[in-house]
């Protein structure tokens, strides 16, 4: 019993250093991430952070800024690998995207941060990476060799949790995506499970996620039957909302019915002829005959 013990609070010790965070005599220590490009936001964010009391941790070179030896070979290597010990070093990653611009090797640099658990701020507001995003950058890293195959079964089962949770959190709306923004990777992964793993465009997804500017239109359907209850909702599209829909990038469209509404489809296709557009129907978890559209305008 006491050698059960004993290897009990080691396993609770070793559990708890894991999770303690790397904060040296009470100072927060930041890694900086970002493209070499950005030298003079580099350092004034050294300067205003550790005013504010953090330790930060920076870049050591400026490849994209004269430091020419970056490009030398394996140096340029060497320095992508150093970043990644500099961000297990640290607490929090801020990441330099002036302009919202994020590179290459910073989307796997924050992939990486977010999958070792540290905090992430961004210099500028920008849209943050979807779960897709991050395992395709955490797969680059592993192809690159600087994920062990362990580390990246690991992040696989993480990725897959996440997926299922979205898909959950999808599942379980009541109607056309009542906080769909809130979460936009529970909509990806619920239109992925509605179309199929292969069957949507790449570009599509892409869209939904890249979005600066989204505009949602809710349409009920009145009439007596499902076919006069699509009616006004297509003269309702025509009367109020063609403006908008002919100026979108893309729209989203999901069809919500008490019964399989697809059938519904091919006329209101008809009303939306010319447009870019993802289809989806759902099936509403009530007893009621009610009919609504969701149109996403992005």
């Known amino acids: 019993m006491l050698i059960r013990s ?10 708890h250093l894991k999770q303690i965070r790397h904060m ?16 003079d936001e580099f350092l004034e964010a050294q300067k205003r952070l550790t005013l504010e009391g953090n330790i930060v941790i920076s870049v050591g070179l400026f ?10 070979e394996g140096v340029k290597d060497m320095l992508d690998r150093q970043h990644l010990a500099k961000i297990d070093l640290a607490d929090e990653i ?26 992430i701020t961004y210099l500028e ?22 994920i062990s195959d362990e580390d990246f079964e690991q992040v696989g089962r993480d990725f897959d949790e996440k997926r299922k949770a979205a898909i959950a959190e999808y599942n379980a709306c009541q109607g056309p995506w009542p906080y769909q ?34 505009y949602e239109v809710r349409i009920k359907g009145k009439g007596t039957n ?9 003269d309702t599209i025509r009367s109020e909302y063609m ?15 008490s019964s399989d509404p697809s059938g519904l489809l091919e006329k209101l296709a008809d009303c939306m002829d010319g447009l870019n557009v993802v289809w989806q129907t759902r099936t509403f978890h009530t007893d009621g005959k009610d009919l609504e559209l969701s149109i996403v305008i992005i």
């Open 6 to 15: 004993l290897v009990q609070n080691k396993i609770v010790s070793l559990l």
């Open 24 to 39: 040296i005599n009470g100072f927060k220590v930041i890694t900086l991430c970002g493209s070499t490009r950005f030298k």
């Open 63 to 72: 490849g994209h800024s004269g430091d020419d030896v970056v490009w030398t």
């Open 94 to 119: 801020y990441v330099i995207n002036v302009g919202g611009y994020i590179g290459d090797s910073t989307r796997r640099e924050i992939a990486y941060a977010e999958y070792k658990g540290k905090s």
């Open 125 to 146: 507001s920008c849209i943050k990476p979807c779960l897709y995003e991050n395992y395709a950058a955490l797969g680059e890293l592993h192809d690159a060799g600087r």
């Open 181 to 214: 923004w809130k979460n936009i990777d529970a909509v990806v992964c619920g239109i992925l499970q509605q179309h199929g793993p292969v069957s949507i465009d790449y570009h599509d997804i892409k869209d939904l996620y890249d979005a600066d500017c989204v």
């Open 226 to 234: 499902d076919e006069e209850k699509i009616q006004s909702i297509i």
């Open 243 to 257: 403006a908008q829909l002919r100026s979108s990038k893309k729209v989203v469209v999901t069809l919500c019915g």
